[in-house]
T-cell receptor
């Protein structure tokens, strides 16, 4: 059974820092991995999708990497801003159909 | 291009009642999935519909059901509501397999 873990559960950094969020999954047989952000009480906003054949994806200040063999993904945020404060979730699509299996998320707070 | 929309945004019901939630996917997206989000369990998959057929189902009791119409709009129904059904219900759509999934703003259901 696929399990997704995100560490740390919460992170507080000063504005301007570069930071890395971690995601690990137990079954390497995945089709893709997607990173989302969620603001309090809101829906999920898609940040990046990495297909199983890809190693990384970039969008603006965000860079996500994928190492299927070790069951790990990282989300790198460059030059963090207070507006980046949110909960970041990673999710994988495995061989159990098209459902997303989510981690518990990392709550990020960027202090001005 | 309009995003995923969900109605209603907020609902208050009492135990034993039933409720119907609606989701309109992004135009051209044929797959619609439903997720339940609670503080204790995080995000859990309910079911996925593709071309009006349920393709995948999560581990929820039969009180949770859904359907998809020919225009890809989807509804989910929860009968005999319990206090534990209080949650944020999120709908996601995607164009096809291995594609990026996009979420709506969610319906906040409170069961009293």
């Amino acid at each position: 059974k696929q399990e997704v873990t995100q560490i740390p559960a919460a992170l507080s950094v000063p504005e301007g820092e570069n930071l890395v969020l971690n995601c690990s999954f137990t079954d390497s047989a995945i089709y893709n991995l997607q990173w989302f952000r969620q603001d309090p009480g809101k829906g999920l906003t898609s940040l990046l999708l990495i297909q199983s054949s890809q190693r990384e994806q970039t969008s603006g200040r965000l860079n996500a990497s994928l190492d299927k063999s070790s069951g790990r993904s990282t989300l790198y945020i460059a030059a963090s801003q207070p507006g980046d404060s949110a909960t970041y979730l990673c999710a994988v699509v495995g061989n159990q159909g098209g459902k997303l299996i989510f981690g518990q998320g990392t709550e990020l707070s960027v202090k001005p | 291009k309009a995003g995923v929309t969900q109605t209603p945004r907020y609902l208050i019901k009492t135990r034993g009642q039933q409720v119907t939630l609606s989701c309109s996917p992004i135009s051209g997206h044929r797959s619609v999935s439903w997720y339940q989000q609670t503080p204790g369990q995080g995000l859990q998959f309910l079911f996925e519909y593709f071309s009006e057929t349920q393709r995948n189902k999560g581990n929820f009791p039969g009180r949770f059901s859904g359907r998809q119409f020919s225009n890809s709009r989807s509804e989910m129904n929860v009968s005999t509501l319990e206090l534990g059904d209080s949650a944020l219900y999120l709908c996601a759509s995607k164009k096809g397999d291995n594609n990026e999934q996009f979420f709506g703003p969610g319906t906040r259901l409170t069961v009293l």
